[in-house]
């Protein structure tokens, strides 16, 4: 590599740096002012079961900033203010999909423009990033109802395992060019499963395979 493209590396490594710690200053006090206004305290009750009808938290993004996919969690690389709380069925939207599943919840993004700019992007982790308006977090007890409430279908589920430059992506255009498949290239909600699997004492067995049901169920519910 050349000079000038160490200094483009640099200059991004630094702003992600820069962008991390003034994210997490901002959720912080964002956290503080949440405390003192109740939706601290509503988001945890959001657990419980008589709380279902409203246990999505909805929240607008206002910035967002990653470096070629170094960071793809919900809370590193988007800025956000609460909207407010609405039932978990609001997910079934055409324009949301989910994005990611941390160790308490699953996050959804909801898109301004058309859901095609998400879902039809060479990566699904990329499109979302790009076209994201709006998150919606579910707690996972709720996700799991939300998603064993769903009906079922017979569709056909193909896993196709890749590393770094072993051309599955060419290998996902093919798929979708014959306009019979729905693809998804590295969906950032089953990497985030496999690892809390891995690594999480918690995540094991029943609990596991539950959740990455679900998580794949979710998913692929754009096809039904």
């Known amino acids: 590599m050349d000079i000038l493209t160490y200094i483009e590396l640099l200059v991004s490594f630094t702003g992600w740096v820069l962008f991390m710690i003034l994210n997490s200053i901002y959720n912080a006090i964002r956290g503080l002012w949440w405390r003192m206004n109740g939706v601290h305290w509503q988001i945890i009750s959001c657990k419980e079961p008589e709380t279902y009808g409203r246990c999505a938290h909805i929240k607008r993004i206002l910035f967002r900033y990653t470096i070629d996919g170094f960071t793809k969690g919900p809370e590193c690389v988007f800025v956000t203010v609460h909207e407010g709380f609405a039932r978990p069925e609001c997910v079934f939207q055409d324009d949301c999909s989910l994005y990611s599943i941390t160790s308490t ?120």
Not at 120 to 136: E, M, P, R, T, V
Not at 156 to 162: A, E, G, Q, S, T
Not at 172 to 187: H, L, W
Request: aromatic residues 12%; proline residues 2%; glycine residues 4%.
């Open 105 to 224: 919840e699953a996050v959804f993004i909801q898109v301004k423009s058309s859901p095609d700019d998400a879902l039809s992007a060479d990566f699904l982790w990329l499109g979302q990033y790009n076209s994201a308006w709006k998150l919606i977090a579910i707690p996972l007890n709720q996700f799991n109802k939300l998603v064993e409430q769903m009906e079922g279908d017979d569709a056909k589920i193909i896993f196709l395992y890749n590393q770094a430059r072993c051309g599955g992506t060419l290998v996902t255009a093919f798929f979708k060019e014959t306009g019979r498949c729905v693809c998804f290239n590295e969906p950032t909600c089953l990497s985030t499963v496999c690892k809390r699997i891995y690594t999480d004492r918690i995540w094991q067995g029943a609990t596991a395979r539950r959740i990455f049901r679900n998580t794949i169920r979710m998913l692929c519910k754009t096809t039904m």
